[in-house]
């Protein structure tokens, strides 16, 4: 009877000592494409097999070709742009479970390369941890196409966080239609622009990425912005 109850004892005990683990796969993530992308972006999944649910994860190392590249990261719960090292993040998730991770850089029409490692932690238990490096490329497809992507709008301060400048002069003497959109392609604004430069109020948008969209003549041309708190 002593054995029975200490092998029952043995199986409830076990997990809490054996399966306090976090794991990445893969551990070295990479996405690739040409630069006339809005993003790039990598995937990993991050499994729990701890009895925690609260983590945080923390961006140790950023490197990027491009001064005008700005990194981001969704973990299970949230998406978080324009990230620096030392960024932080709670994240819930429950035992057992796996979510997905993506790294992610804002091109702004820019080629090059970069990387953005990042370490999650258990918040109970900051030793129970790993480590997810993402790899972005972005390639010139055109040379021409991204110089005059380059020349004909721009958009300032960028992040933005109550009003953009947006500046472009058109060669039609007619109000040029500028939409402006969510990640998720649903319209959120509309202006008219009038002569070089024109202002749109962002006050009322989430924080998050969205792209400004216009088209003239024959061309439609998108460029991405980011909305800070």
């Known amino acids: 009877m002593k054995k029975l109850i200490l092998y029952f004892l043995a199986l409830i ?60 990261l969704c973990d299970p719960g949230n998406c978080i742009v324009d990230l620096s090292v030392g960024s932080k993040a709670e ?73 953009l400048v947006i500046k472009y002069q058109s060669s039609s003497r007619e109000p040029v239609n500028i939409e402006v959109y969510n990640v998720l392609g649903t319209k959120v604004k509309n202006i008219n622009h009038h002569g070089l430069e024109s202002e749109i109020n962002i006050s009322d948008l989430q924080k998050g990425i969205y792209f400004i969209r216009y088209k003239e003549g024959s061309k439609t041309i998108s460029k991405s912005f980011s909305k800070s708190e």
């Open 91 to 163: 994240f819930i998730l429950a035992p057992g479970k796996t979510g997905e991770f993506k790294g992610d850089f804002v091109l702004n029409d820019k080629s090059g390369s970069g990387s953005g490692k990042v370490v999650c932690y258990s918040k109970a238990n900051p030793s129970i941890r790993d480590t997810v490096e993402f790899i972005l490329n972005a390639w010139v497809t055109s040379v021409k196409e991204t110089m005059a992507v380059n020349r004909e709008m721009s958009l300032f301060p960028n992040p933005a966080k109550d009003r």
């Open 13 to 72: 005990v076990a997990p809490s000592l054996f399966a306090q683990t976090v794991s990445f796969n893969p551990k070295v993530s990479k996405g690739q494409g040409p630069s006339t992308f809005f993003q790039l972006d990598a995937k990993s999944n991050f499994t729990n097999n701890t009895m925690d649910s609260v983590f945080e994860w923390e961006v140790i190392e950023i490197s990027s070709t491009r001064t005008e590249w700005e990194f981001g």
